[in-house]
């Protein structure tokens, strides 16, 4: 009887082995996993559900008000549901990178805006390095609802206009000095920009008891651009700037009007002029007449940007747009390719809400009492006095801007 080769049996026994081990691995995970089912398995982190949860501000053209209740309630509920809330636009919301990274910077503003629009700029600035936000609140987002949202993010500190804080600031040495006398007493705006630097005063006291190194003062419709950084992060930014340095100057860029039916000017709009700052003065001078397209100004609001202060002793607001101390001039440096991206009248819901905030006769006189800019004198007359369809026309051939002009930068 002839015999098989040795490399023959061999071979068939261990393919018989490999088929065996192929067919019986795929069984045995089948059934681990369903011991694991039947006994109750592993926790989800990220459970799935028929209706995921919508980011406010992410609500199609169309939702009515009505789900915008229905998502900020549910973002209540879902932030309330542990300790450690996992936010549904970024499952890490917490951004725990550790107490040891500096710089640690924290942002203070003074708002009135609605869920939709704090969230986002929220979202954004803790993306690109802020750790820590002192929101003075009121209006829509000192309401219930919003401020529950607010105080559930973790390094948001929520303070509301109480009594006790009208109180503290009166006894404010700002008001027995001149840098802010002009601003006193007067409605509307100038109120606004008095009461924007005594809540900076505050933010300093705490910021500097939280244990920050620079502090920031922005509005929600400003993103900072940390352009020129290694990275994009402010927090590498003022890491890279010198130490002797006190404050830092951002640019700012304004929105240009690109459709009237801008619903999320965060993620819609994306032309900016530039700064003059960043800007060879041979463009800027020589395309003047186009890009102001018979306005009075470069730009519609202001021009002077926004800056950060390092967290110091003496320190204190100079206004909303610069930090000063009261022992020294501070140090500043301009930076020259970061900005700060201010998303003004973007919507046309922004000039239609003018007449709402101010109680100024809308003329040319009494409007003077209430704004300092010549372009908000103007939206709150046209808001005022005019209709809808005259608005539209006012907004589209007054004030908007050529998108075509080489004064501008398009943002990807």
Not at 96 to 102: A, H, K, Q, T, V
């Amino acid at each position: 009887m002839a015999l098989r080769p040795i490399s023959s049996s061999f071979t068939s026994a261990f393919n018989y082995r490999l088929l065996l081990l192929l067919t019986l691995l795929p069984l045995s995970l089948a059934f681990f996993a369903f011991l694991l089912q039947w006994r109750g398995g592993l926790p989800d982190p990220i459970p799935l559900s028929p209706h995921p949860f919508p980011f406010p501000g992410t609500l199609h053209p169309g939702s009515d008000s009505r789900s915008v209740r229905r998502s900020v309630s549910d973002c209540v509920n879902l932030l309330g549901q542990s300790r450690s809330p996992v936010f549904p636009y970024f499952k890490d919301w917490n951004f725990d990178f550790g107490s040891d990274l500096r710089p640690k910077i924290c942002i203070v503003s003074s708002t009135s805006a609605g869920i939709e629009q704090i969230l986002p700029w929220i979202f954004y600035h803790k993306v690109i390095g802020v750790s820590d936000f002192l929101l003075f609140v009121e209006g829509k987002a000192a309401s219930p609802v919003v401020s529950k949202v607010l105080e559930s993010i973790p390094g948001v500190k929520v303070i509301y206009r109480t009594k006790e804080l009208e109180e503290q600031q009166a006894q404010s040495r700002i008001w027995n000095e001149t840098w802010l006398a002009k601003f006193f007493y007067k409605p509307c705006n100038y109120e606004l920009f008095v009461k924007q630097s005594l809540n900076m005063e505050v933010a300093i006291v705490m910021s500097r008891d939280a244990g920050m190194d620079w502090i920031i003062h922005l509005d929600t419709d400003e993103l900072i651009h940390p352009a020129g950084a290694r990275e994009y992060s402010v927090r590498r930014l003022l890491a890279d700037v010198p130490g002797d340095v006190d404050t830092v100057i951002f640019p700012n860029y304004e929105s240009s009007v690109e459709r009237d039916d801008i619903k999320e000017p965060f993620t819609e709009v994306s032309m900016f002029k530039k700064n003059y700052d960043h800007l060879p003065k041979d463009v800027y001078f020589g395309n003047y007449i186009v890009a102001t397209h018979g306005n009075s100004n470069y730009f519609l609001t202001y021009a002077n940007g926004k800056s950060a202060a390092r967290i110091q002793d003496h320190l204190r607001p100079n206004g909303a747009h610069r930090w000063h101390n009261y022992m020294k001039r501070p140090i500043e440096m301009k930076l020259a390719e970061a900005a700060v991206l201010h998303y003004t009248y973007t919507k046309f819901s922004d000039l239609t809400s003018r007449r709402d905030r101010c109680g100024c006769k809308p003329t040319k006189e009494d409007v003077k009492r209430c704004f300092m800019l010549n372009f908000d004198r103007s939206a709150f007359i046209i808001a005022s006095t005019a209709t809808e369809e005259e608005m539209l026309r006012w907004r589209n051939v007054d004030y908007s801007k050529s998108k075509l002009d080489n004064l501008m930068t398009c943002l990807d």
